[in-house]
Structure formats: C-alpha cells, structure tokens
C-alpha cells in the first residue's frame, strides 16, 4: 500500500484550471521552503508536515526536504514523501498498537503515558540542540553579525500563537490517550482518524470565512464531495460496533476536532518575515523546544489532578530498560518528525487551498490521507496479535474500504500493481520498471485494480479479526468439556422462578419497587408467577404492613421480607439465600441488586433478560434448553494467574485460580476468565448446585465474619498495597474501586465475589468474551440469545 520511494510517471493528469494553478503555486510554495531550508543548520521536526517539492516523472526522485542538518555542499538530498509517509504509518502504528498495549497492560495512566512520550522526546531534542550550539562554539563559526530578526510585535504574536496552538494540541493528546484506553473496540477506533480531515474542512473554511487567512488560497469546493462521504461513511463503523461507548467515542471526537483546532491557529493570523541576517530564535530545534513545552505543562496538571501519579511513578520504575525502550520509542520519535500523538490522523496543512487534505488537489493530501487510512489498516490487522476481542461486521469494514478508494482514487490505486513489483524487485535487489500512465490509468485497469483492492483489503481485516484473533484467542479457554451441573436436583415445584432484590445500607426504598414492576411483568418471566424475595440491610427498612403492600405495588403474587445484619455486602445477601435455599431452590432465579440499578440501567438490564434470557421449557423444564447463567451488567477479561481489570481492582486474595478449580473438579489449570459486574444475573439450580456448598459456604463465612482480628477476609496481607503519598488518589480516590475502605459492611472481598459469578457457575467462555455487547448497544449483527450467558 505504500508507494516504495518511487512516483510514478503522470502523462496524462486530468483536471481543471484552478487545480493546475494550485498545483504550480504548491510547486512554488514547496521550491522556496527547500531554498529556505538549505540555508538552516537545522530541520524541524515540527515542519515535516509542511509542503513537499512536487516532481513527476522521476523514478526514485526525492523531495529535497531534509530529516537532518545541512551537509558539506549546503544541500542534503532528503527522504522521499512516500519513504516519509511509510515511517508515518509505522510509527503510528506501533505506537498506537503498545500505548493500547500498556494502558490496557496494568499501567492505567493515560495523561501520564502522554507526559511521558512528551517529556522524553523534548529532553532528546534540547540535547541535540545543545551539542550543536556547542558545536557552533567550539568550532567558532558562529558570525558576528548584527541580527534584526522578528519585531517584538511579530516575536509576540509568532510566540503566542504557537504557545496556543501547542496547547489545544497537547489537549487533543490527551484525548486520543483516553480513548485508547477506554474504547473497547480497537478496529473502530483506528477507522476514525479520517474524521480528522472533515474538521479540517469545516474549521478551516470557517476561518477562512472570519479572514483568518491570507486571501490568496484557492477556495475551490470540487473535491468538497469527499468530506460528505467521509462523514457519511464513519457513521457505519459507529452506529454497528456493539461494543460501543459513547463516553469514548465523545473523547475520541473531540480529540480529533481539537486536533484540527490547533492547526487552524497555528496557521492563522499574518506571515512576518524576518529582518536582517545571522541567528535568529526562532531556528527549528528552537522552535520545537518552544511548542512543546506547554502541552508538557498540561500533561503533568492532568496527571496531577486525574491520575494517581504516585502509583504511575511506582509501575513505572519497575520498566526494564528493555520494556521501556520498546514502549516508549516509537511515540517519542512519533513527536519528534511529526510532532503527531497516537491514535491521530497523519499531519496535513496546505498553503495554496483552504480545506483539510480531502479537498486537497495535489499529491501531498492524497499522501496523508493513504498515510492516515494505511495507519488504521495495520493497527486493526497487527491488532489481532494483542489480546482484543472483538468481531467485526461487514458493513464496518466496507464502510472504511469505500473511503479509502473514494478519498484515494482510483487513479492512485491503479498504480499499486506496479508499486508492489517495484517494492519486491527492490527486495531482491532487481532493477525496478519505470512507471507510465499507460496501461494502468486505463479504464479497465483502473475498475480491475480499484475492485481487487477492494476484495483484498475488507477480506483480510474481516479473515484477521474474525478468523485468526478468534481461532488464536479460543487457546486460551481452558473450560472442560463436560459441565459439572446437578441434575438430579428436582425443585419442589416442576415450573419455579424466584426473583432476589438485596437491599443495601441507604439505597433508596423506590428501587425495590420498580424492580418488583419491571420483572414481575415481563413477558418472559410473569407466566412462572414468580416468587419476590427482599433482603434488606438497612436498619432503617420499615417492615410494617403498609410498608410491605406498597413495595409489592401491582404484583399479586408472594413477596417476602428478611432483614439482614449489615456485613458482607451484596454478594454476602447472595450466598446466605443460596445457602438458606439449597434444598427448595427454585429452576431459575434472578439476582438483582439496589446498589447497580438506576433508572439509566434499569431499562438496559430489562432489554437484556429480553434479549439473552431463555426460560425454561413447558410442560418439562428439561425438555428444552434454558439459560444456566446470564449476567445482566457489563463484563471484561482477565489473566487468571495473574488478574486485574480496567478499574484498578486486583485479585489480592488469590482467589481467581482457586474458585476456577472448584467450579470445575479435575481442571487445575486456567488462563483467560471472565469477570462480571454489577451483581446482577441470572443462575440455574443445576448451576448453582453444580459447585459444592462447601466452596458457598467458604466464601459466605469470609464475608460475613466479624472477627476483623483473625478472618481470612481481612488480613492485611490481603488487602491491595497502598503506597506512601497514594492515600485518596487513583483507584483509593472517593468514588473508586477502592475508595472506601475494607470493612465488615463493605469488604473489598465482596467486589472478588462480584467478578467471579461466571466463574463459579461456569459460564466464563469465549463465545460470551467475544460475543456479548454492551449494555448500551444491546444487541449485534448476527448475535444469538447465548452471545451473553450459557444455555443448559
């Protein structure tokens, strides 16, 4: 997909006036910068995003735009935009691929990451700048020559606007980082950067508009086509991925519009030309140092204020050199050529056409948009390597292969057969063809090579992510065979479903009511006349008559009332009636807790049973299938050895491994499981009967054991380390995972015995890790009503 270092020869170039006026004016533009250029001591890594010398014709040509000083002539040949564009788009890639791979790893830092990469990539930058002043010292070539430079009007305004522009940039970093971490789906997230350039169109022409801008750039709208597709064609991706948080995908937008932001500053306002001759401030290395110092500034507040610096620190200390190296390099040479952050589109101003880069008319915004689309290509392919799951549809990835060959073109396209022959008689050290316009631009070609691409490249995203991250992700369930299930239990009513409301310590009184409402009459479930039983561990519940009649509201069924003593939190409630009704439990039971529901979740935990939940069959509950365990909240993966999840929370007590094997008799080895949360699900009597009572009991006693002194739920051993200056930040802020801490109320063993309901009744498996959406979205293309719980 990339081009190998060569252009090919354009003999025929179709197109307009105005275009052709662009395009020498773009020559122009591009031919003055490399003058400019030749004359510093120094490139910028912050102008790599500025204009390339147009040349058609040449094989092998460069751009003579130089990554690195000036060499002994005055003039360096420097990389080729195309060879320019591919270390892009592995640096993006990679970058994108291990900040995914951390953030997601155990290191929950985000703003910290960034601060980081930033921090780094200005301390290598000021030394390089260092050693060349030196340089320039020790060799004394420095010329006493008296420098006008800027005026101070320009100086302030040249250095305010940089400061702003660098400012909304490190903002828009941020962004991206966070929502690397908290998208679900990768393979969405890395179709999105294109959005980038829609913004570019909007904010540029409204700039422009405000006479933000020089008047002297096109304004041509011909192209103005793609930005519609674009927009229309991201909605797709978005609107099908069942994964789909909207938190996420806010930040992630905004991310991409601040992006565009920074850009339309950077560029606004007067050109000034500097006065006089010598050295100036403002030299490349200079003015990067400059640009990047406040996005470190606002780095370090956000992981200050949002973050548990502390903590961070801590993980980070114990990088290897190795690890570290290998996490950080390819964001921190990212910043320094591109001054570009992960997850972002590829960096694109023009000079000759107001709009972003897909109503560019030259080369180099089709170069930025390939760049930025070959950058998604390879995140969500290389992606598969990593520990995501997640499906895609069809739909999705025919939606971003029409934007590739929409905002690419055909024409373009049409000269990848002979890019690829090129790239391989390289490899093989054969000299390489010259390219013609003829055949490929012909019409046959082009619809040939345009609809083989378009096969190939939704093909392998479809092959990679369904197929091989799949198949390769199956290896890591250990789940027997044969299910341990008791199924010579008989209740004592052939046809029986309880529903279990626990209510805790200040939980409003109106939610058991709603509860009873929501699931007495569902469709699915009011034909059992179920059973409501109410725990309640307020001390403060009312148990009078009255009280009890209007908790019931319309439900005409039974409905009985227990208080609890206040100790082992829900998941405690939840055992002591597994344990009070071992031997009258009923086929099916619901679990549902005071503590998750609110009237946000309350309608998505209903769609849920709608959905996922499969009753028992008629006249024999045996006869058909049924739904042996069906969580009704959200869920994550973990390693069993050694688990954590996206909250902070860990498996201090060791427990993950252990209540595995005990599910599971003979099965001693776990590696992938699945956690659940909420405390809100749906269990079989042959489930909850299929681990012993014994494993029930055990953890039942932890929780509920008010000796603090000697219980095994308490000891300090257990608990998560806290470490000096992390008191009230990160995952023990208020609020957080552990934010209150280890009581007899509130255990920090009760939140182990949240994430281990699939566990204990043997429902952690892939087609639920891989197939189940989010409580959001509801339902997937394709899905089946076993995608979220397991049918018996």
């Known amino acids: 997909m990339q081009d190998a270092g060569w252009r090919p020869q354009i003999r025929e170039a179709k197109g307009g006036k105005e275009d052709e006026e662009i395009l020498l004016a773009d020559r122009r533009s591009s031919e003055s910068d490399t003058l400019e250029g030749s004359r510093s001591r120094s490139r910028s890594v912050s102008s790599r995003h500025g204009d390339d010398l147009e040349k058609e014709g040449e094989e092998d040509e460069d751009d003579g735009e130089s990554l690195g000083g000036e060499g002994e002539e005055g003039q360096q040949r420097g990389l080729s935009r195309s060879t320019k564009g591919t270390i892009w788009v592995v640096l993006m890639t990679m970058s994108t691929l291990l900040g995914r791979r951390i953030l997601r790893g155990g290191f929950p830092y985000p703003f910290y990451f960034v601060l980081l990469t930033q921090l780094i990539a200005w301390i290598l930058v000021a030394f390089i700048a260092l050693l060349g002043l030196l340089k320039r010292l020790s060799t004394k070539t420095i010329k006493q020559e008296a420098s006008e430079g800027y005026s101070w009007f320009a100086t302030i305004f040249i250095v305010s606007r940089t400061l702003l522009a660098s400012s909304i940039a490190g903002v828009s970093a941020l ?136 903590g961070a620190h801590h993980a980070f200390s114990t990088w290897s ?116 316009a003829e055949p490929w631009q012909f019409a046959f070609f082009l619809a040939t090579t345009t609809a083989v691409f378009a096969i190939v490249i939704s093909c392998n995203v479809m092959f990679w992510v369904d197929t091989v991250a799949y198949n390769r992700n199956l290896k890591t369930w250990l789940d027997p065979k044969n299910l ?30 709603e509860l009873i409402e929501t699931f007495t009459t569902h469709h699915l479930i009011r034909y059992f006349n179920p059973r409501v039983t109410i725990y309640s561990k307020d001390a403060a519940f009312n148990l009078s008559n009255p009280s009890a009649e209007s908790l019931k509201g319309t439900f005409e069924g039974d409905v009985s009332i227990t208080t609890l003593h206040n100790s082992g939190g829900v998941a405690a ?14 086929v099916q039971t ?21 959905d996922y939940f499969t009753p028992m069959g008629f006249p024999l509950p045996d006869a058909v299938p049924k739904s042996g365990f069906l969580n009704l909240g959200e869920s994550e993966t973990c390693y069993c050895g050694k688990c954590f999840d996206s909250l902070g929370w860990e498996d201090t007590f060791h427990l993950v491994p252990s209540m595995w094997s005990a599910a599971r008799p003979g099965t001693n080895t776990c590696d992938s499981v699945l956690l659940t949360y909420g405390n809100n699900f749906v269990a079989s009597a042959a489930r909850i009967k299929g681990t012993k009572k014994d494993v029930w009991q055990m953890l039942y006693d932890g929780l509920v054991d008010r000796n603090l002194a000697n219980a ?81």
């Open 175 to 310: 962004c991206g980082a966070l929502a690397l971490l908290h998208t679900p789906n990768l393979p969405v997230l890395a179709m999105l950067p294109i959005v980038t350039y829609v913004f570019d169109s909007f904010l540029f022409r409204l700039a422009y508009v405000l006479r933000l801008f020089p008047r002297d750039q096109s304004t041509s709208a011909r192209k103005a086509y793609k930005v519609v597709f674009v927009l229309a064609l991201s909605i797709p991706p978005i609107a099908f991925d069942y994964r789909l948080n909207i938190r996420s995908l806010v930040v992630a937008l905004a991310g991409f519009a601040l992006l565009s932001l920074s850009k339309v500053i950077a560029k606004a306002g007067p050109k000034f030309e500097a006065n006089g001759s010598g050295s100036r401030w403002d030299t490349p290395l200079n003015f990067y140092l400059l640009q990047g110092i406040v996005p470190i500034v606002i780095s370090w507040m956000a992981a200050s204020k949002y973050e548990n610096v502390v």
């Open 321 to 436: 050199w190795g690890y570290a190296l290998l996490s950080l390099a390819p964001g921190v040479l990212l910043q320094q050529l591109f001054v570009a952050s992960m997850n972002s589109a590829h960096p694109f101003v023009s000079e000759v056409h107001v709009g972003g880069a897909l109503e560019e008319p030259t080369e180099r915004g089709t170069d930025a948009i390939a760049s930025t689309l070959q950058a998604g290509f390879w995140t969500v392919i290389i992606g598969v390597l990593g520990q995501e799951k997640n499906f895609l549809d069809w739909i999705q990835v025919l939606a971003f292969t029409f934007i590739y060959i929409i905002c690419v073109g055909p024409r373009h396209i049409g000269y990848y057969p002979p890019r690829l022959l090129n790239l391989v008689s390289r490899i093989f050290r054969r000299r390489q063809l010259p390219v013609h």
């Open 484 to 513: 341990n299930l008791d199924t010579m239990y008989r209740p004592p009513k052939l046809r029986s479903f309880d529903i279990i409301i626990a209510h805790s310590e200040n939980d409003p009184v109106s939610t058991i009511t």
């Open 573 to 586: 409630t939840f055992l002591h009636h597994i344990l009070f009704s071992w031997t009258f439990m009923p």
């Open 590 to 610: 619901i679990f549902l807790s005071t503590s998750t529901v609110t009237p946000f979740t309350l309608p998505l935990i209903k769609n849920r049973v709608s």
């Open 712 to 792: 095994w739920a308490h000891k300090k051993e257990k608990m998560p380390v806290v470490l000096e200056g992390e008191e009230g930040r990160g995952r023990f802020a208020k609020g957080a995972v552990y934010g209150e801490g280890d009581s007899l109320e509130k255990p920090y063993l009760g939140l182990t015995v949240e994430r281990l309901w699939g566990v204990l009744l043997q429902c952690s498996t892939p087609d639920v890790a891989w197939g189940c959406p989010s409580l959001e979205v509801g339902w997937r293309i394709g899905g089946r009503r076993e995608d979220c719980g397991c049918i018996e």
